[in-house]
């Protein structure tokens, strides 16, 4: 652990218990803005964002926790395309709120408080709780999720939730009359399939590229197979494909499932491999 994350986890132990949620998000939406501003917090598929996604095009950000790939999708899109971010926990929301006012988010990019399923209902979520007492936010996911199992000591870095009431939409519904849709990025905690299974229509009708976090434990805890959330996509001309940006190289690899372990990975339709021709 470097000294600024030794400090920071000195400072949440100090400002939490005398903050209220409201005050402390407001805190650590300075904080994330300051990291996405500097580029100390980075993810290396941003560097994905431009080419999947042109001006006057359409993206998603599921799971936009803090919105670092909102204001990459933003700045793509330009004046004319449209970014929709979905967040539904109402601590992370408020935080993203403000976050996307200090960074200035583009007008293109909406923000909604709200989730993403297969369904639309008001639904629980279990948001895991640092032992400073402060959310972790970026944790949060949908209740009935089997954590008790085996691997639990491996993926399950906290000892108590809080539950919170949140909104979630299927996207059929909630963008019908959408257009241009390029770009998916996905990272909500296992529910992923649910998310994509909620907006078939869509990801049949544009082909979007899909950014997607893989938790094949978290996946299995919604008794979700990996299996099943690949043949989604393959079944409909995708292939999945893992960023390298190491040792000065940066290129989309091929994977199989056999490969996929907890990472960000890459789903492109054969319809869009040339818009990643310099990387493939």
């Known amino acids: 652990m470097g000294a600024n994350s030794a400090l920071r986890k000195v400072l949440k132990a100090l400002l939490y218990p005398v903050a209220n949620d409201a005050t402390y998000a407001w805190i650590q939406a300075c904080s994330k803005a300051w990291d996405i501003k500097r580029g100390t917090w980075r993810e290396p598929e941003l560097e994905l964002v431009p080419l999947a996604l042109k001006s006057g095009e359409t993206a998603l950000d599921l799971g936009a926790n803090f919105g670092i790939f909102s204001l990459a ?19 992370t929301f408020q935080a993203l709120r403000r976050v996307g006012k200090l960074l200035r988010f583009p007008r293109s990019v909406e923000l909604l408080e709200l989730g993403c399923s297969d369904t639309n209902a008001t639904i629980e979520f279990e948001v895991p709780v640092q032992t400073s007492g402060a959310l972790s936010a970026g944790q949060a996911y949908i209740r009935g999720r089997n954590d008790s199992r085996p691997g639990s000591e491996g993926q399950v870095r906290w000892e108590e939730t809080r539950t919170v009431r949140a909104e979630v939409v299927r996207l059929d519904d909630r963008l019908e009359g959408i257009e241009k849709l390029s770009l998916i990025k996905a990272d909500i905690e296992g529910a992923e399939y649910f998310a994509f299974r909620g907006a078939e229509n869509l990801i049949n009708s544009f082909l979007p590229t899909v950014i997607c976090e893989i ?57 869009n491999l040339d818009r990643f021709a310099s990387l493939l």
């Open 73 to 91: 999708m933003g700045k793509a899109a330009g004046a004319t395309g449209r970014v929709i971010c979905f967040e539904p926990v109402p601590f």
């Open 215 to 271: 938790n094949p434990w978290f996946l299995d805890g919604f008794n979700v197979s990996l299996d099943e959330l690949i043949d989604f996509f393959s079944s409909k001309g995708y292939s999945i494909y893992f960023f390298e940006d190491g040792s000065g190289e940066r290129r989309l690899r091929p994977v199989t499932r056999d490969e996929i372990v907890e990472d960000n990975y890459v789903f492109i339709h054969t319809s």
